[in-house]
């Protein structure tokens, strides 16, 4: 049972517009949801996080939007660089655990 | 700050044969730490994690093992390969309460 969703494989964006990344959940138990980002052979490196008791977070180009009746999130990147294409990943937090479930991700390619 | 290693980067090794496959944390006492696999294709699939030394949690059956002799130190153990165990592993870790995890650059396995 996939409890994060990630159902969009693969995402082309020209450079300079807006790429969205869309990412649902089933268990109405996690509370923290986080977005990776992960070159090829690399580790995946942290992006943005945001609590389940907000609906946005901004840090520079990159915003996370959760609608937690929708049990959705996304993450929004404004403008898009050529390097940001990677694959990204959300990742959610079951309250009061440790440990982290993947989306199986998306693959962002940003072109000129 | 704190720095998280994996070694060997890649491994080629044969069906039946052993694994070890070692992380270990710099620039923190008593992380949680986790083995995650990631097959082809596929996301970020949770393997094994630890809150402290001896202390292991498996999250699927599988034919791969998992210690932590040191605090930050953790080991990913097999006795015999199979082909289904090839893929890029990485370990990640995390202060205790949850929040970010940290990963490791990985290690490509291949088993033939």
């Known amino acids: 049972d996939q409890q994060v969703k990630q159902n969009s494989p693969s995402l082309r964006v020209q450079e300079g517009r807006i790429s969205i990344l869309n990412c649902d959940y089933t268990n109405s138990m996690f509370d923290y949801f986080l977005w990776y980002k992960k070159y090829p052979a690399e580790g995946p490196t942290f992006l943005i996080s945001i609590s389940s008791i907000k609906d946005k977070n901004e840090d520079g180009r990159f915003t996370v939007f959760l609608n937690k009746s929708a049990k959705h999130l996304s993450l929004h990147i404004v403008p898009s660089q050529p390097g940001d294409s990677a694959v990204y990943f959300c990742a959610a937090r079951t309250y009061n655990t440790d440990k982290l479930i993947f989306g199986t991700g998306t693959r962002l390619q940003v072109f000129p | ?112």
């Open chain 2, 1 to 112: 700050s704190q720095t998280i290693h994996q070694w060997p980067a890649t491994l080629v090794q044969p069906v039946g044969s052993p694994l070890s496959l070692e992380c270990t944390v710099e620039g923190t006492s008593n992380p949680n730490l986790y083995w995650y696999r990631q097959a082809a294709g596929r996301g970020l699939q949770l393997l094994f994690y630890s809150v402290g030394i001896g202390q292991i949690s498996s999250e699927v059956p599988q034919n791969l093992s998992a210690s932590r002799p040191q605090d930050r130190q953790f080991i990913l153990s097999s006795k015999k390969l199979l082909l289904s165990d090839s893929g890029f592993y990485l370990c990640a870790w995390a202060t205790g309460g949850g929040g970010e995890q940290f990963f490791g650059p990985g290690t490509r396995l291949t088993v033939l």
